[in-house]
Every structure is written in C-alpha cells, then in structure tokens.
C-alpha cells in the first residue's frame, strides 16, 4: 500500500508536466507489437537533452532551472534488520569511505541505474534484451522467457532472466556476491532478489521500479523507482575507471592521519 | 496523507552520487577560491585532475591538485577536451579543501579567463554523502 502512496503523486506530477511541455509521443513498439526499449537513456525527472545544472551568480550554486517534469527518483524506506541499519549508519559516519565503487569494482542495479550523471543504453531483439551502464562500463544480458541457469557463478550485477508482462518487462535477479553496495549504506548479501519492471510510459519515459528482496539484511521487501528519460544525441563514452583512480591511496593516508580521520567520521551520536 | 509523505520521500531522495561520495576526502565546510595557471590537465577516469599554481599572500607558488567530474561528464556539460583550457591558461576555482590540509581541492565551479563559469563537479547541495540512515 505505501508504494501507492508512492504512484499516486507521480501520476499527478505526470499530469502537470503534460500540461506545462505539450503533447507527449506513445512508447514505440517493435515489428512484434512489443514495446520498443531501445534507446538511451539518464535517470532525471526532466524531458529534452542533457540538461546537467549551471554555475548560477553565488560560488557552487546552481541557477535555478525548470522543474521535474516527472516524479524522479522515489524509495519506500529501508526496511533493515537491526543489526544492518546499524551497519548501515556507521557505512554512514564513515562518509562511505569503504565504498567498493571507491575501488572501481563494480555495481548491481538499482545503484548503477540511478547514477544521473551517466547513461545508460536498452538494445532489444526479440530475445534478448541488453542493458549497457556508461558508469563502471558495464552490461547486462537478459535472455526472453526461460529460467536462470543451475551453474550460476555469483557476481556483482546478478543473473537475469526476463519476460513481458503487458507492456512491462519484468526481469528477475539472483546470484549475486555478497558485500555490494546498494543505497544509503545497504550492504546486500548472497540472498539479495530484485524483481524489476521496466516500463516505456511514453517515448520520452522509462519507468524503472525495483522491488528488493534480501531477508538477511531486510525484514521485507522494500521499492525503489527511478525515471530514467529519453537522451536522443547522447552516445556511451567508455569509461575506464581503474585508469587513474588514486582514491585508495588517498584514503589510505587519510586514515592513518589522525586530523583527516577525525575530519571525516562523523560522530554518531550527533550525525551532521 | 500518506502520499503527502511520500511525496517528502520523493523530493528528499536525489538520484545517487557518481564515483563516491566527495565529502570523505573534502570538507564542504572548508571552501576554498583561488585563481592560478594551469600546469597540468589529466584528462582521465575516474576523475579528472587540474594543477594549478597559485601564488600564496607571501608571493610564494604553491602548486596546487585539483579534482572533479570524470571527462565524460565534463563532455556532455559543455567541457572540450584540449580546448576549454590548457597549460598555462589561468583559471579562477571554487571548491572544496582536503581534509588533511594539503593543496588538494575537489574543484566543483570553474571560473575561465573569459568570465564563462562551468561546473567541474556536483552543485552545492550534492556530493557529501548522506548521514543518516532512512
């Protein structure tokens, strides 16, 4: 239920926006009358090209802009077990400093989809679907209909396996290694399931909505759901990220220097 | 009103951070703005770094790391590589002070000799990182 209280306001921020930029094109469909993912796409709640804010008149600041045509990014809270909400805000007080990102290694949904400063890129066949991240420069194959196989090896973005559901794909992980990092300190575990629906809502939207199931961190399943909006003209650059990555180094110093350390843990009694 | 909560949830969570959270290694208390000439521009992933130096009140040059977004981003942001600035263009920075205290600073707006202003990393309000668990 409290994932309606979610919907309902998107639907009415949806509304406004059709309002406010005209009329908005249907979602494409293929030759096979199913709806058509192709395309690139960004998480952000806005219609148009790139759009990434402007320096405004004060120093880091952005000009004001245009609202959110769309709901942008909505989670129910975390429903953590004791014991990992408590890892969870130390992973916190710490400022993330032992995230795995940090080391270039990589990330599983909804984490990499939601990351608005890269894009991501849908190619469909009729029995695959593939999912490209510019972030961390990694991919995913989703083979139509089947089941996961029984020699899956654990790893970071999980084996999927999709089918259509109307004009929803649904895709559902498992197999993940433990350890990843989630959202706002989650760790998962090797228990971690997503049920993902992938939604072209119009030519311009894509709606993601992740449902994540993980009972030893979670006490139930909680959702995610992030728009990701249309880029036509933004291609994937390759991103390299162990090229030049000198964060574990500088980490590594500012632990064992008492001033940096004491700078950037935050209390836990008073989190700032 | 539950989906006026909702609709708290939705406006407070902002679409996550790139590479890592910014605010471990600089304090966004502890801005910094200083204008110098470029020496150096590694244009890499996953950040790009400038060095700058910059003559301290004493007169004295103290050479300067300064790092932001990875080049994809800058592309996309308005950034040409080898174009918008070059060694030995002067450029004028805001940003934020490493934690150790060294001349090392996450460079988050860019001031160009022209006057034009671009961000070099997140705008304010973004890249600390959360501190509390929801």
């Not at chain 1, 959702?223 to 990701?228: E, F, G, N, S």
């Not at chain 2, 902002?14 to 890592?20: D, G, K, R, S």
């Not at chain 2, 060694?87 to 920075?93: A, F, K, Q, S």
Request: glycine fraction near 8%; hydrophobic fraction near 40%.
């Amino acid at each position: 239920m409290r994932l309606m209280g979610i919907l309902i306001p998107s639907v009415f921020v949806a509304s406004l926006a059709m309002a406010q930029t005209g009329a908005v094109q249907p979602a494409p469909k293929t030759v096979d009358g199913k709806p058509d993912l192709t395309g690139v796409y960004q998480a952000s709640p806005r219609r148009g090209a790139w759009d990434a804010e402007a320096p405004g008149d004060e120093p880091g600041v952005p000009a004001a802009r245009r609202p959110g045509d769309v709901a942008g990014v909505a989670s129910e809270p975390i429903p953590f077990r004791p014991e990992a909400r408590a890892r969870a805000q130390e992973i916190l007080n710490r400022r993330s400093i032992d995230d795995p990102a940090g080391h270039c290694i990589f990330l599983a949904s909804p984490r990499i989809t939601g990351v608005g400063l890269f894009p991501v890129q849908f190619v469909q066949t009729p029995t695959q679907v593939i999912i490209m991240y510019e972030y961390l420069w990694s991919f995913r194959v989703i083979p139509i209909g089947g089941t996961h196989p029984d020699d899956i090896s654990p790893s970071y973005l999980g084996d999927s396996v999709g089918r259509w559901e109307g004009n929803t794909l649904v895709v559902d992980v498992v197999g993940f290694k433990p350890g990843g990092w989630l959202t706002l300190g989650m760790v998962h575990s090797d228990a971690l399931h997503l049920i993902e629906r992938y939604t072209r809502v119009d030519r311009d939207q894509l709606s993601y909505e992740v449902t994540i199931e993980d009972p030893k961190v979670l006490t139930k399943p909680f959702t995610q759901r992030i728009t990701l909006m249309l880029r036509e003209g933004t291609r994937l650059r390759e991103y390299s990220c162990a090229e030049n990555n000198m964060d574990p180094a500088v980490y590594e110093k500012m632990l064992k220097d008492p001033a940096a350390s004491s700078s950037f843990l935050r209390s836990p009694e008073k989190p700032r | 009103m539950r989906w006026l909560t909702a609709l708290a949830v939705l406006t407070c969570t902002t679409t996550l951070a790139a590479h890592h959270s910014f605010g471990v290694a600089f304090d966004a208390t502890k801005t910094v703005t200083l204008t110098g000439v470029i020496t150096k521009i590694e244009w890499m992933n996953p950040h790009t770094h400038v060095y700058m130096d910059v003559k301290d009140t004493s007169g004295k040059v103290v050479s300067w790391a300064l790092e932001g977004y990875p080049p994809n981003v800058l592309e996309r942001t308005g950034w040409k590589k080898d174009v918008t600035i070059k060694v030995g263009d002067t450029l004028t920075i805001f940003g934020w002070r490493a934690r150790d205290g060294s001349p090392f600073a996450h460079l988050r707006e860019a001031t160009l000799a022209s006057g034009q202003k671009l961000f070099f990393g997140p705008p304010a309000g973004t890249g600390e990182g959360p501190a509390t668990v929801r």
